[in-house]
Every structure is written in C-alpha cells, then in structure tokens.
T-cell receptor, first 115, second 115 residues
Framework: AQKVTQAQTEISVVEKEDVTLDCVYETRDTTYYLFWYKQPPSGELVFLIRRNSFDEQNEISGRYSWNFQKSTSSFNFTITASQVVDSAVYFC????????????FGQGTTLQVKP | NAGVMQNPRHLVRRRGQEARLRCSPMKGHSHVYWYRQLPEEGLKFMVY????????ESGMPKERFSAEFPKEGPSILRIQQVVRGDSAAYFC?????????????FGPGTRLTVT
C-alpha cells in the first residue's frame, strides 16, 4: 500500500522563524517520486519540488530546503525566515514509478505565519 | 505560456442536475489528471487520461461520474444527477510526458456547490 502522512495538521509561527513541515511516506516500489505543493488561501495548487527516489541529494531554493532520507522514508520541507506570504496549506505527495500518473497526497499541513 | 485552465471556477447545481467541468491543459501537455478535494479532506486522485484514452480511472466513483479527453478540445469531467456529497473542489492537472516521469501542474480548480 502507498501512503503519505503529514502528522502536523496546523503550525503557527511568527514571521522570521524557521519552520519544518514533516512528510513520511510508505511504498514498496523501488522507483518513486515525491512532491511538495503549496495551496495559498486563493485555492490554487502550486508545484514546489519533485524528488526521484534514486536521488537523495538535498535541495535548497532560496528560503526553501528539502531533506530527503530514504532510511526513514521522510521528505521534510523547511522554510527559513518565514514570511506572512508563506501562509498556506502545504501538501506532500507520492507517485510510484509505474505507468499510472496517480499522485497520493498527504492530508496537508496548514501553516500560519503571523506578523 | 498559459497555465492549466479550468472553467467554470464556481458552479452551483441543484440536486439531480448535471455538472460539466472543463480543463484545458498547458500547451504541449497531452496528459490530464483529475483530483477532488472534499471539505476537511485531502486531495484524492480520480482519473488519468491521455488524448482519447483513459489510462487509470481507479479513483472514479463507479456511478454518475465520467471523464473524457477528446482529440480536439478540453478534457471534461461530467457528474450526472449530482448529490450534496459531490460538493467539492475539483482540480485538473497536466503534464507533458506522463507515466510518472514528470511533475503535474494544476489548474485553479472548479468549486462545485450542490444545493
């Protein structure tokens, strides 16, 4: 079975704090892909990152960084020096390497950044 | 390059009516995915289509729901005889390659309200 768990339902921080959103996944496939999406209050889904199962190199993009660890089946997302505009629901998603394009989403983490 | 377009953005239907949701993928993308976001729930996969073909419909309810992606024109998600439980946000995504090899870009969603 494939599953994505985002244990943190809601997180509230004050602007400029660092915050880490956790994502734990389950899959029996050896080839799979992991994603993070952002859903701001306006409702659209914004693609943030894709990571392949065979590439464990961490990635940094501006204030965003991602830590992929196969040993613990985790793909955590850190926002450094958070800003009010970061307030959104963040979804972690998993897709197997098969022919299906199905994304399996976690329940999402609502991040509120207060000024 | 225009993103994924969905229309209408908001749709109100009475119980028993039909709902038609349209999705135009990004230019150059021939793979389309539909997801549903029910209130208080995460995003759930419904169906994956290529031009004129349904690749994976494992997430589609067995009755009243259908999807198509014709050779010409947008992809259509059709819900017949809507019920209150169909009220949700329906998101369409597209990708250029499909088969789990690339990221999916989402449209702004259609918010369906059944009264």
């Amino acid at each position: 079975a494939q599953k994505v768990t985002q244990a943190q339902t809601e997180i509230s921080v004050v602007e400029k704090e660092d915050v880490t959103l956790d994502c734990v996944y389950e899959t029996r496939d050896t080839t799979y892909y992991l994603f993070w999406y952002k859903q701001p209050p306006s409702g659209e889904l914004v693609f943030l990152i894709r990571r392949n199962s065979f590439d464990e190199q961490n990635e940094i993009s501006g204030r965003y960084s991602w830590n992929f660890q196969k040993s613990t089946s985790s793909f955590n997302f850190t926002i450094t020096a958070s800003q009010v505009v970061d307030s959104a629901v963040y979804f972690c998603a998993l897709r197997s390497g098969g022919n299906t394009g199905k994304l399996i989403f976690g329940q999402g983490t609502t991040l509120q950044v207060k000024p | 390059n225009a993103g994924v377009m969905q229309n209408p953005r908001h749709l109100v239907r009475r119980r028993g009516q039909e709902a038609r949701l349209r999705c135009s993928p990004m230019k150059g993308h021939s793979h389309v995915y539909w997801y549903r976001q029910l209130p208080e729930e995460g995003l759930k996969f419904m169906v994956y289509l290529q031009k004129e073909n349904i690749i994976d419909e494992s997430g589609m309810p067995k009755e009243r729901f259908s999807a198509e992606f014709p050779k010409e024109g947008p992809s259509i998600l059709r819900i017949q005889q809507v019920v209150r439980g169909d009220s949700a946000a329906y998101f369409c995504a597209s990708s250029p390659l499909g088969q789990g090899r690339d990221e999916q870009y989402f449209g702004p969603g259609t918010r369906l309200t059944v009264t």
